[in-house]
């Protein structure tokens, strides 16, 4: 691959986008390298946790290419559109829990990305945005979507409507960051939150966010029903059995057989 790469920490993988030249802007063939790369992650049964993150200090993902999309026909965005939206979709349905470390840009498409990951640590210089109106398109990433699901429908619409970029800051008042940290640490925080996360049980942590994915979209009555259903999975796993055991013992268990 030439604008992904992929490196994995014991079961925490990593994806970089990288195309720093254009600060990590998306085309048609770094989504394609990055469905590969989501792929393989799916297929990695080692793999506990994922981190999503952008070459060099300067940007996490400047948007959807605009030199690709300036001579695009009718025919060709609506492609490009469905690539993107279909691989974004692949990262959210992903069944271990992903983490956007954001360090620096994170506009349009690159915004859009960190929505579909389930926490976003994000460094000091970050800045986020949805500027698609200035360019005469809307957001084609899941944008008019997502972000009103995480920051609530009155800042979603400040943020499409006016274009307008936010610091790191701001990003964490309104709900759309987690955390921020020092830049130079970015990496690090978000691979000591990937690495806390993947010495839990990575069965249930895997149920867990099924579950609140899920339970999001129906009424509480379904939602606590498929909470009853995943709690009993549960109990046919050697994890639980093991974790149990580990207590009552007074004992710590030292590493879970994700069986
Ligand atoms: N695409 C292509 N190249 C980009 C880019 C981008 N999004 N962002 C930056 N670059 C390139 C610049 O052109 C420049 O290349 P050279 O001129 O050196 O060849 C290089 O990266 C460095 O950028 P700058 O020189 O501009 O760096 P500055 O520090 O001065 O400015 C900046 C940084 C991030 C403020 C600025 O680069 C900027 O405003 N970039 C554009 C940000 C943006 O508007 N992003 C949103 C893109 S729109 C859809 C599908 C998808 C989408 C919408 C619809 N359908 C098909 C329905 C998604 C849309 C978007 O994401």
Do not use: W
């Not at 149920?207 to 009853?228: F, P, Q, R």
């Amino acid at each position: 691959m030439e604008n992904i790469s992929y490196e994995k920490r014991e079961n925490v993988a990593i994806l970089k986008i990288s195309r720093p030249k254009f600060l990590n802007a998306l085309n048609t063939q770094t989504l394609l390298e990055l469905n590969q790369a989501i792929e393989d992650v799916k297929n990695d049964k080692d793999v506990y946790v994922l981190v999503i993150t952008g070459e060099g200090s300067k940007a996490f993902v400047a948007g959807a290419d605009i030199k690709e999309m300036s001579n695009m026909s009718v025919f060709e965005s609506r492609e490009f559109s469905i690539l993107g939206n279909s691989v974004f979709r692949k990262i959210e349905e992903l069944e271990i829990p992903t983490i956007a470390a954001i360090n620096g840009f994170a506009l349009g498409g690159g915004c859009e990305l960190s929505l579909c990951c389930d926490i976003r640590i994000a460094s000091e210089n970050a800045k986020f945005g949805q500027p698609e109106v200035t360019l005469g398109i809307t957001p084609g990433f899941g944008g008019t979507q997502r972000l009103a699901r995480v920051v609530g429908l009155s800042k979603a619409k400040e943020l499409i409507f006016t274009g307008k970029m936010i610091d790191a800051n701001e990003a964490l008042n309104i709900g759309l960051v987690n955390k921020v940290v020092p830049t130079e640490n970015i990496l690090d925080e978000a691979l000591l939150l990937a690495s806390q996360i993947a010495k839990n049980a990575p069965l249930a942590v895997k149920m867990c966010k099924v579950a609140i994915n899920k339970g999001i979209d129906v009424d509480i009555n379904t939602g606590l029903s498929y909470e009853a259903e995943i709690f009993s999975h549960c109990f046919s796993t050697e994890d639980q059995k093991d974790a149990m055991a580990a207590f009552l013992e007074k004992r710590k268990i030292d590493k879970f057989k994700n069986r």
